[in-house]
């Protein structure tokens, strides 16, 4: 009776033994490749179609927040002009802030048109004295003129997004005008001191110290009037 009882563990034993063997290779085989692959799948076709669908959108956020912060800052701007006795730079700096408010809108409208929700973060903009602030304002414009708005063109252009190329080249257009301005104030500040008006278009942003100007009109070649700003 002995030696039966013995076989008995051992093939009970065995049993067990295999059957953990099983066991764990049922758990943990099919997991172990399934997981890793579903995943990398999926994240490769996610950046893909990021890559490949978001970067005019991207763009255009980041257009649409430097535009809504600069339009507070050239109202800041504004009110020190005023407060240092320049009545012709405040009104430059207000015309300016009206042209971004513009840009701003037209960028929203196409971020829209896309399926996006515009955003931006507003920072309360630092003020210095006028002659500073003219400084820091023909930096900004350079910037976007020569370097930002074009690669944004070239972008949207690349990837036949029409609407995102017009609202671009608007805005980018109109930094050029204020760059210019900015430095005219710049060059002659006491000229600046005597009130001054100036004309937005609120289609483009276009923005000029004559009437004068023909570029302001719609896509489908209508004119709407110019705003003045004092
Ligand atoms: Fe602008
Ligand atoms: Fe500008």
Known sequence: ML???IYQKKALFLSMAMSLVLFGCSQTTPSA??????????AAETAKTTS?????????????NGESNAHLMYLA????????????????????????EIHRDNHAKVIKEMGGTPENNLKTPE???????????????????QEMYPEFIKEAEKEGKKDAVETFTYASDAE?????????????MDNW????????????????????QNNCATTDGTKKPLEKVS
């Open 176 to 188: 050029a005008q204020h760059a210019q301005l900015y430095k005219q104030a710049l060059e002659d």
């Open 77 to 100: 701007y504004a009110k020190k002009a005023e407060e240092e006795g320049y009545k012709g730079a405040a009104s430059l700096f207000k015309a300016a802030a009206r042209a971004e």
């Open 52 to 64: 490949k669908e978001d970067s005019t959108l991207k763009n255009l956020q980041a257009a649409y």
């Open 193 to 212: 001191k005597v009130s001054k008006d100036l004309y937005v278009c609120p289609v483009s942003g276009a923005t000029t110290i004559t009437d004068k």
């Open 33 to 42: 490749q399934v997981e890793p692959d579903t995943q990398s799948t999926t």
């Open 127 to 145: 003020v210095k004295s006028t002659k500073e602030n003219l400084e820091n304002a023909v930096k900004g414009e350079t910037y976007e003129r």
């Open 3 to 5: 030696f039966p009882s």
